[in-house]
């Protein structure tokens, strides 16, 4: 049977404790004004929970997915929009690590790690979110520079960024969409880019999130990461370590504190002449929803170790990362039904672990294209 190490659980107890002082009185608040705080953030760099993956040599603890995942579950336990924040300011990085030049590694990594850049992701666009094939963004070669014009949705820290890793379409004559596409770092201080918060949003209220403007923005030819043409490839090996703890750990995390805010409630209510706990109907709820959570946690943790273990396998990260976010939906719902009537009240603090789970189910890969991805690759194994 699995067991987390005694500094996988250390981990996981850091990662609690910080949560519980640093997110708990607060959340509510931020979340209502849709504010971003980005004090947070820079607290937990401090105590190295940014990027824990990324090698030491470049400020990182050299650890892997899974301490990642145990860290990201642990503050979405708490707030899922702040745990999303969260991943948001290391995200890029692991596209940096994997096909970046040494001169970038050592430009951005460190000083991601320790909150003194914070960086982000610019795939989606108005036209194209599952299909990442079908972006219009362009980089036309110019000397020694390229330059960017086209528009970007949804983009996590657009406002606040230092930088973004950009795709874009790099060399339209390929025979193969697939082909044209390339990731380029764009820094946000460089004439041309323009960002728009995106105002009254379901959930991850606190995560900064916007739509971006390129109006002919020049960046260097160093500034490409990796290969022309690779982007797409890029992308997709990315997302294999991305899905992890950027979708599925926030997906667990958020159904743990929806269960355990569900546990509290019902131990203290009382119905039908005596308390609401020992109601069957009840219990079976709760064994359902902690049986289901248990299974989304191990799916997860297993595609996290083979990750780690330089096994990639991209049909069981889709499992997890679709199961999990819609085990998370699946409990928070309940935890709001167990709830009653006061499951709606925000003074209760639950009905937010609903409206975070919902959008874990479409970013990074809605949960009907990861089934689509599975059952792909299902058919070339058998």
Same mark, same amino acid.
Request: charged share 30%; proline share 2%; glycine share 10%.
């Given at each position: ?58 400020? $990182? ?30 995200? $890029? ?8 030049? #040494? ?125 022309? $043409? ?42 039908? $002449? ?89 970013? #990074? ?18």
């Amino acid at each position: 049977m699995f067991e987390l190490t005694k500094e996988q659980r250390d981990i996981r107890k850091a990662a609690r404790e910080f949560a519980e002082k640093e997110f708990k009185d607060i959340a509510r608040e931020l979340d209502e004004k849709e504010e971003y705080d980005d004090r947070i953030r820079k607290k937990a760099a401090e105590l190295g929970f940014i990027g824990v993956f990324i090698d030491e040599k470049y400020g $990182g603890a050299g650890l892997g997915n899974l301490e990642q995942c145990l860290i990201i579950e642990e503050f979405a336990r708490v707030d899922g929009g702040i745990a999303q924040s969260m991943v948001g300011a290391y995200f $890029g990085t692991k596209l940096i690590q994997l096909f970046g030049t #040494e001169e970038q590694k050592q430009k951005y990594l460190p000083s991601v790690c320790a909150g003194h850049l914070l960086g982000g992701m610019a795939s989606t666009e108005p036209d194209a979110g599952s299909d990442v094939a079908a972006i219009t963004t362009t980089a036309i070669k110019d000397g020694d520079e390229y330059v960017i014009s086209g528009n970007k949705m949804f983009i996590t820290n657009a406002s606040h960024a230092d930088f973004l890793i950009v795709l874009c379409v790099s060399d339209p004559e390929k025979p193969r969409k697939h082909d044209r596409l390339s990731t380029i770092i764009v820094e946000t201080n460089r004439p041309g880019y323009e960002a728009n918060k995106l105002h009254g949003k379901l959930s991850i209220r606190f995560s900064d999130t916007g739509e971006v403007a390129f109006k002919d923005v020049r960046v260097p030819r160093e500034n490409l990461v990796g290969t022309e $043409g690779k982007g797409f490839y890029q992308l997709m090996e990315f997302f294999n370590h991305a899905r992890l703890d950027g979708g599925g750990a926030l997906a667990i995390g958020t159904a743990q504190g929806a269960l355990e805010k569900a546990i509290r409630y019902v131990k203290k209510r009382k119905a039908f $002449g005596g308390p609401l706990a020992a109601q069957q109907i009840v219990q079976a709820k709760v064994a359902e929803m902690a049986t289901l959570l248990e299974a989304a946690r191990s799916l997860l943790y297993r595609a996290a170790i083979k990750a780690d273990n330089g096994e990639i396998d991209p049909a069981l990260i889709a499992m997890a990362k679709w199961y999990a976010c819609e085990i998370a939906v699946k409990v928070a719902d309940e935890a709001i039904q167990l709830h009653g009537g006061y499951g709606i009240l925000k003074e209760y603090d639950v009905e937010h672990y609903w409206r975070d789970a919902k959008v874990f189910e479409i970013f #990074e890969g809605t949960k009907e294209v990861e089934k689509i991805f599975i059952a792909k690759q299902l058919f070339k194994t058998y």
